[in-house]
């Protein structure tokens, strides 16, 4: 059962301005703690203009952009491995390289 669009979009935008609205409850803290200047009043007003603008340009964006479905991401997975080169050892028994072990005993440990 798909969810309603509508209860997507607010649930959308209430955790876009989530943060906007806790900038802007300490913000008023402020305010009323400075007894009302008008100084203070502005840069409330400035800020929680620059907040809500932030948080729209946030949303549009996430909005605008293009949904990759999962079979795209499938395929570009399997072409990267199909292109992806694989020398496989020729010579295991060549200089440098330490054989593998065979399965047995295990080793002693230094205590």
Do not use: N
């Not at 100084?39 to 603008?53: E, I, Q």
Request: glycine share 4%.
């Amino acid at each position: 059962m798909s969810e309603d669009p509508v209860k997507r979009v607010l649930r959308t935008w209430a955790a876009a301005l989530r943060p906007a609205l806790l900038m802007l409850f300490l913000l008023v803290e402020t305010v009323l703690a400075d007894a009302g200047s008008l100084s203070a009043a502005v840069a409330l007003a400035a800020t929680a203009a620059a907040g809500s603008a932030l948080a729209l340009c946030s949303l549009l964006t996430a909005r605008c952009a293009p949904a990759v479905p999962r079979t795209r991401v499938r395929t570009a997975i399997r072409d990267r491995e199909q292109r992806t080169a694989f020398l496989p050892q020729r010579d295991p028994d060549a200089r440098g390289r330490t054989r593998p072990r065979a399965p047995g005993r295990p080793l002693l440990t230094a205590a």
